[in-house]
C-alpha cells in the first residue's frame, strides 16, 4: 500500500520569500506519478505541479519547483516569491497505474504574511 | 466550459435517511473518482470507475454505493448515513486514469450528518 507523509501541518513564510514544503512517500511500485495540489478558502482542488517517477529532471512550474529524491522517496515543494494569494492548504499526492488510485498527504497549510 | 459539477454542495441530513450526491462532467472523461477530506487526513479515495459499469473500491469504501450506468454521471450513494460520514465529498474525472493526466476536481459537497 502506498502512504504519503507530510510532517509540516502549518507553516508561514512572508510575502516574496521561499517556502518549502516537506513530502514523503511509501511505494514499492516503480512506475509513479507525484503531485502537488493548492487547496485555497474556495476549497476547490487546483493542480500546482507533477512529477513522473522515471524522470530524474525536477519539474518546475513559474515559481514552484520540486526537488524529487527518489532514492530517498522525498518530493518537496519550493515556493519561490511567495505571493499573498499562494495562502492555501498543500496536499502532495501519489497515483500509480496499476490499481489507479490516488493517495493523498494529510495537507500543509500555508500562511504568506506581508 | 469543461468542468465537473456536484450536486447538492451543501447537505444536512439524519442518521440512516438514504441520500445521493450527483456528480457529472462533460469531458467525456473515462475515469472519475470520489474522494472525502477530513482534518488531518487529506483526501482519501472512496470509489473509483474506468468506464462506465466498471467502478472499483479504494481505500475507504465502507458504507457508500456507486454506480456508472453513463459515462458523465458517477453518483455517490450513502444507503443509510451515519455520523462518522460527515465530511467534505469531491468527485474527479480525468480522460483516461492513467498518472500523467490532469484530475479535474468538482468544487465539493459538504454532508453533516446528524
Known amino acids: 500500500a502506498q502512504t504519503v507523509t507530510q510532517s509540516q501541518p502549518e507553516m508561514s513564510v512572508q510575502e516574496a520569500e521561499t517556502v518549502t514544503l516537506s513530502c514523503t512517500y511509501d511505494?514499492?511500485?516503480?512506475?509513479?506519478?507525484l503531485f502537488w495540489y493548492k487547496q485555497p478558502p474556495s476549497r476547490q482542488m487546483i493542480l500546482v505541479i507533477r512529477?513522473?517517477?522515471?524522470?530524474?529532471q525536477n519539474a518546475t512550474e513559474n515559481r514552484f519547483s520540486v526537488n524529487f529524491q527518489k532514492a530517498a522517496k522525498s518530493f518537496s515543494l519550493k515556493i519561490s516569491d511567495s505571493q499573498l494569494g499562494d495562502a492555501a492548504m498543500y496536499f502532495c499526492a501519489s497515483y500509480y497505474n496499476y490499481g489507479q488510485n490516488f493517495v493523498f498527504g494529510p495537507g500543509t497549510r500555508l500562511s504568506v504574511l506581508p | 466550459e469543461a468542468q465537473v459539477t456536484q450536486n447538492p454542495r451543501y447537505l444536512i441530513t439524519v442518521t440512516g435517511k438514504k441520500l445521493t450526491v450527483t456528480c457529472s462532467q462533460n469531458m467525456n472523461h473515462e475515469y472519475m473518482s470520489w474522494y472525502r477530506q477530513d482534518p488531518g487526513l487529506g483526501l482519501r479515495q472512496i470509489y473509483y470507475s474506468m468506464n462506465v459499469e466498471v467502478t472499483d473500491k479504494g481505500d475507504v469504501p465502507e458504507g457508500y454505493k456507486v454506480s456508472r450506468k453513463e459515462k458523465r454521471n458517477f453518483p455517490l450513494i450513502l444507503e443509510s448515513p451515519s455520523p462518522n460520514q460527515t465530511s467534505l465529498y469531491f468527485c474527479?474525472?480525468?480522460?483516461?486514469?492513467?498518472?500523467?493526466?490532469?484530475?479535474?476536481f468538482g468544487p465539493g459537497t459538504r454532508l453533516l450528518v446528524l
Open positions: 512529477q513522473e517517477a522515471y524522470k530524474q
Open positions: 511505494t514499492s511500485e516503480s512506475d509513479y506519478y
Open positions: 474527479a474525472s480525468s480522460p483516461t486514469g492513467f498518472g500523467i493526466e490532469t484530475q479535474y
